[in-house]
């Protein structure tokens, strides 16, 4: 049976009472955000050698481009919905907070675990094959940009039923609060040059926007024309932090290595997610009817299938597309990046990786879907939160540093042991239950 066959069999079987938007704007900005991180990359081909940069840095007007592509708010509004349901699913069930959450760690886990695997074994192979630390470095940090979600995402769901509860309590208030928490700590990194502080806002700000998942599930959202004027008011604000405010333009990466909107994130990403929000909520209904097709239906769900395999690989698979035109002496990257010529390549460059990233997909997927077994007994949920946390650090580690060219020695191997350590404390690995 193909594997589109299979699809359709699980769209046909689809509840009625499912919001099939949830997953189609799942699925979208799933896409979205490979299409724009395959965009960006800039690889050069000149004189013997291979340089990398990102577009952004040499051609400042292309910015305007991550307003677009950085969807990352859509994914934390995404889960704050399906988390909400996954609570309300458990509580009915009498589901205890232990065993919930190692289900979550299962599913978010065990695809990100191969792909650390990979990393560990492909940096000593190419140092032993004469690749320099400084390489290795590079090309690990490019590819395992994307953890950096699942460091946070992580630790988001950890504290879901406390902050549904909050939800559920004081409704949009706790949303204020999360934001002014937010808007304090951008006001510490800028005037006070508590920058270190500034880190912390990769929970306040996502905490925010996860919270506006809430408000969607529990219909708290108004008319589609609210939902509109929250998108225009928050443009507005956007607007003007970007023009008159100390905020970069590009809502992902920064021609400044010292400022960014994004890592860590600011209350300018905050804004984003309520533009988001009300442009993509206002559409909804229209959209649920489109989405009762069959066909559309299959493709969301078949993407779904495989959604976080296709995020956490597609840079390896871009990574290793390179390196290969290297050995054959730069094959396809002689474009000077931000010409004409090389834009109009785009289309090309996306739809190779885009070839070379679904057999991966396809053969990694079945890890995405595992699923602990029914009989089995969840860890203790003070393991699992430590294990959680362990593996967050670990990734968080990982994504800023990479592996082969660390600012201490051993700093990476420390940070996959913690990852390791993490996943058997939350009974993730065969034979720590």
């Known amino acids: 049976m193909s594997i589109w066959s299979q699809a359709e069999g699980l769209a046909a079987q689809t509840p009625d009472d499912r919001n099939r938007y949830v997953d189609f704007l799942r699925a979208v900005s799933i896409l979205a955000v490979i299409t724009g991180h395959w965009l960006i990359a800039a690889a050069y081909w000149h004189d013997g050698t291979m340089s990398f940069s990102d577009v952004l840095v040499f051609q400042p007007g292309a910015q305007w481009m991550t307003w677009v592509f950085q969807v990352m708010p859509i994914f934390f509004i995404v889960g704050g919905y399906a988390n909400a349901v996954s609570l309300e699913g458990a509580h009915r069930r009498g589901v205890s907070y232990a065993d919930w959450l190692s289900r979550r760690l299962v599913r978010l886990v065990s695809p990100l675990l191969a792909l650390l695997l990979c990393w560990a074994l492909l940096a000593p192979i190419l140092n032993f094959a004469g690749v320099s ?27 879901a039923p406390a902050t549904y509860y909050v939800w559920k309590r004081w409704g949009f208030a706790s949303f204020i609060a999360f934001a002014a928490i937010g ?38 959202l108004g008319s589609p024309a609210q939902l509109l004027s929250y998108s225009a008011l928050a443009f507005v604000a956007l607007l003007y932090l970007v023009s008159a405010g100390p905020y970069p333009l590009a809502m992902a990466g920064s021609p400044d290595e010292g400022l960014s909107n994004s890592s860590p994130p600011k209350i300018t990403m905050l804004l984003l997610g309520i533009i988001q929000f009300g442009l993509l909520l206002s559409m909804e209904q229209p959209m649920r009817r489109v989405l009762s097709g069959l066909r559309l239906w299959t493709a969301t769900v078949l993407i779904n299938s495989m959604i976080m395999t296709v995020y956490l690989w597609h840079l390896t698979v871009m990574v290793i597309l390179v390196a290969l035109a290297y050995l054959a002496g730069g094959f396809g990257f002689g474009l000077v990046p931000g010409s004409s010529e090389w834009w109009y390549s785009r289309p090309i460059w996306v739809a190779v990786l885009f070839v070379v990233l679904i057999p991966v997909a396809l053969l990694l997927a079945p890890l995405e879907r595992r699923a602990r077994a029914v009989d089995s007994a969840a860890p203790a949920a003070a ?26 020695p051993g700093l990476d191997v420390a940070a996959l042991l913690m990852v390791v350590a993490g996943s058997a404390l939350s009974g993730l690995l065969p034979g720590f239950k």
């Open 183 to 220: 808007v304090l700590v951008d006001i510490a990194f800028f005037v006070l040059d508590m920058r270190w502080l500034g880190w912390s806002n990769f929970f306040w700000v996502w905490l925010a926007v996860h919270h506006l998942g809430y408000a969607w599930r529990d219909g708290r």
């Open 133 to 159: 630390s400084e390489v290795i470095g590079l090309a690990s940090r490019a590819a395992l940009i994307p953890t950096w979600f699942l460091a946070i995402y992580i630790m988001v769901v950890v504290l």
């Open 383 to 408: 393991r699992s939160v430590g294990g959680a946390m362990l593996i967050c650090l670990g990734i968080a580690l990982l994504a800023r540093f990479g592996i082969g060219n660390v600012p201490l």
